[in-house]
């Protein structure tokens, strides 16, 4: 236990909820180590019974976790504050919610959430950080300091397998995916491990209007078909358009508007439309997304909107498992 990341936080924690209770005036926390019997019931427990092997609970017909891959088709949308600021508003709503930093060469979700934590394994489990109640896991948290990730395909493949398969996320409301820009084997992997999961492209107004196709190509992340993967085909969430500019009455009514790609291939929601706002950055690089540090702040006020639409997306649960069972007389 001398090695736990979480050994000062779970000693206030206590320390706290603790002391709190009437009558108590002192409070004294002893740690121990569990034993190799001890972790193995644990992950037994976790993992729903004795000789459960490892899967991806998110692709299974009865999970009811709403998967969100944010993508761009290219670099500097500001798709990562995306990420982070959606996974926050959305975890004040009281959702469950995670977020998995599959851009495993440009990693910087545990910086903009303000973690430095690692994570905790139980036995060949990992036990996700959380931040700002957000459970989170990263390359970035397995590597020395900044140290570049040089992987080929292969790897990227089996890395973002286990932190589907192997990170412990609970019952999750709501999991997003911050996918490295473009079409690549991320993407490719995404459609193979997780083809329920809906796309949520992040643009600007220049791609919308066609000049450099970089919505075209974020909105081809959902349609594998040109590799004759018809099968696996994602649904696109909608667009959100970084790099507006105007009031925020304007940007509310162009909400409801539709985006058609260059191609007049598709036409999909436009979710929102989020101001350029230097603090955006700040507050990633502070480590608090700025729908918190500043929520009465335009871009903040936009990024809520568009997790009000994500989160009140409603799924019809025919043919899905409650997981009731009849009470015994």
């Known amino acids: 236990m001398a090695g736990c990341p979480l050994r000062d936080k779970l000693t206030a924690d206590i320390t706290a909820a603790v002391g709190a209770v009437a009558g108590v005036s002192r409070v004294a926390i002893t740690f ?12 037994t427990s976790l993992r729903g019974g004795a000789g459960a092997e490892p899967v991806i609970p998110f692709a299974q017909p009865g999970s009811r976790t709403r998967v969100y891959a944010v993508a761009s088709g290219k670099g500097g949308v500001g798709k990562s504050s995306v990420t982070v600021n959606l996974a926050a508003s959305l975890a004040g709503r009281g959702l469950s919610v995670g977020v998995i930093d599959a851009d495993i060469y440009g990693h910087s979700v545990p910086r903009m959430l303000g973690t430095t934590d690692r994570p905790t394994q139980v036995e060949d489990m990992i036990m996700p950080p959380q931040s700002h109640g957000v459970k989170v896991i990263s390359i970035g948290m397995f590597t020395a300091g900044n140290a570049a990730v040089v992987w080929r395909g292969p790897m990227l493949h ?56 970089g919505a075209s190509r974020g909105d081809r992340v959902a349609d594998p078909s040109a590799s004759g993967r018809r099968d696996r085909e994602h649904v696109v969430a909608g667009v959100a358009d970084r790099g507006t500019h105007g009031d925020l009455r304007q940007r509310r009514r162009s909400d409801r508007r539709r985006v058609t790609d260059p191609d007049g291939r598709a036409s999909v929601p436009l979710l929102g439309q989020i101001p350029l706002d230097t603090r955006v950055r700040e507050s990633g690089d502070a480590g608090i997304p700025i729908v918190i540090g500043d929520p009465a702040a335009p871009a903040a006020l936009a990024l809520s909107a568009v997790a009000d639409r994500l989160a009140t997306r409603r799924e019809s649960l025919a043919g899905k498992p409650l997981g009731l069972r009849p009470a015994a007389r």
């Open 158 to 213: 089996r890395a973002l397998q286990q932190f589907l398969a192997d990170v412990y996320w609970g019952d999750l409301d709501v999991l997003l995916l911050d996918l490295p820009p473009g079409t690549g084997d991320v993407a490719i992997s995404l459609a193979q491990l997780l083809p329920n999961a809906e796309i949520l492209v992040v643009t600007t107004p220049a791609d919308r209007r066609g000049r450099g196709g």
């Open 32 to 43: 121990g180590v569990m034993s190799d019997a001890q972790r193995k019931d644990l992950q």
